[in-house]
């Protein structure tokens, strides 16, 4: 019997709302650092209850303690100053870091949070880190000659976390690189970033990359030097296949099937069809199957109800098709 097919998701879960208020109070001096790291840790154990329940094989920390993918990184490693909030997209804002020095990792970053979430669970955890080319590229530069130093800065950095995790027992570890999709022309730089990233890992290596011109970078996209390449599938409407038909896809593939940005809960058919799909042009090995992309945009309520459907579906493709887990 062939194997495949394993459930995850990207990485982030929406803050519940007793989180929020809770960081709005902490901002504003009026809750304690101590209070609301055990109030995140509480709605962490929350979250990885939730996906067992839901049956994910592979789960994460939610990322619950963090604010954006990028600021939570640069707070904490010199070099980086903090500019003021800084619009991303629609009504959405972060606070854009600025390289303003050498950047370096002085302490763990994640790795205390990844012991924390894996000590709650029996299945494995992934550790999240964002790419060494996506924070050079959403970061002011002050400092760096050029946009390669400070990623190659970056690199080592992140490299030395990468490790720390693979020391402390992750199994899987995410070096999420979305800007890589929307400056094609600069794919080269971020392969040798993310290949210094990447050094000396033996854990189970993946990228997160979305919602960019595929076209430009595919097949190129290829050499990302990591085992897997998570994609959304979903929201392009699976479009990429054809890609794979020309070009086959020669690593693992996070295969997206939920659309993050959409309010709506898929039914099991569509996502039944996405998965029918795939598995025309791609081996049952290949394939991890998760949303698009992160799910901190949607409501509580509607991540879990998402990926309830999305487990549910795969269940019902791995009998169809003969597949074990």
């Not at 998701?9 to 304690?32: D, I, N, Y």
Request: proline fraction near 6%.
């Amino acid at each position: 019997m062939a194997r495949g097919l394993w459930t995850t998701t990207v990485g982030s879960f929406p803050k519940p709302p007793r989180l929020e208020k809770a960081r709005s109070q902490h901002a504003r001096g009026e809750l304690s650092a101590e209070a609301l790291e055990a109030m995140e840790r509480e709605e962490t154990i929350e979250v990885i209850r939730r996906q067992e329940r839901i049956g994910l094989d592979i789960v994460v920390d939610g990322e619950l303690y963090r604010g954006d993918m990028t600021t939570y990184f640069a707070e904490r490693m010199p070099g980086f100053a903090i500019s003021n909030p800084v619009r991303s997209y629609g009504n959405r804002y972060y606070r854009k870091p600025i390289a303003v020095g050498p950047i370096r990792r002085k302490k763990p970053l994640t790795v205390d949070w990844w012991k924390f979430a894996q000590a709650q669970t029996s299945r494995p955890v992934k550790g999240m880190l964002t790419g060494p080319y996506t924070m050079m590229d959403w970061s002011f530069n002050e400092h760096y000659p050029s946009r390669e130093a400070m990623a190659m800065d970056l690199a080592e950095a992140i490299n030395e976390e990468a490790l720390a995790l693979q020391e402390a027992g992750a199994k899987f570890i995410q070096i999420d690189e979305p800007a890589v999709s929307v400056r094609p022309e600069e794919l080269p730089l971020a392969v040798k970033a993310l290949a210094r990233a990447a050094q000396g890992l033996k854990a189970k290596t993946i990228t997160h990359i979305c919602y960019g011109d595929f076209d430009v970078i595919y097949p190129a996209l290829l050499d990302l030097p990591v085992d897997q390449i998570d994609l959304e599938m979903a929201n392009s409407r699976y479009d990429l296949l054809e890609r794979f038909r020309v070009h086959p896809f020669t690593k693992e593939i996070g295969y997206g099937v939920l659309d993050v940005h959409s309010h709506r809960i898929e039914t099991k058919e569509e996502i039944k069809e996405g998965l029918r799909r795939g598995l025309e042009v791609l081996r049952p090995e290949q394939i991890y199957v998760d949303p698009d992309c992160g799910l901190k945009t949607r409501t509580v309520d509607e991540a879990f109800a998402k990926l309830e459907v999305m487990v549910e579906a795969v269940r019902e493709i791995r009998a169809e098709k003969g597949i074990d887990v």
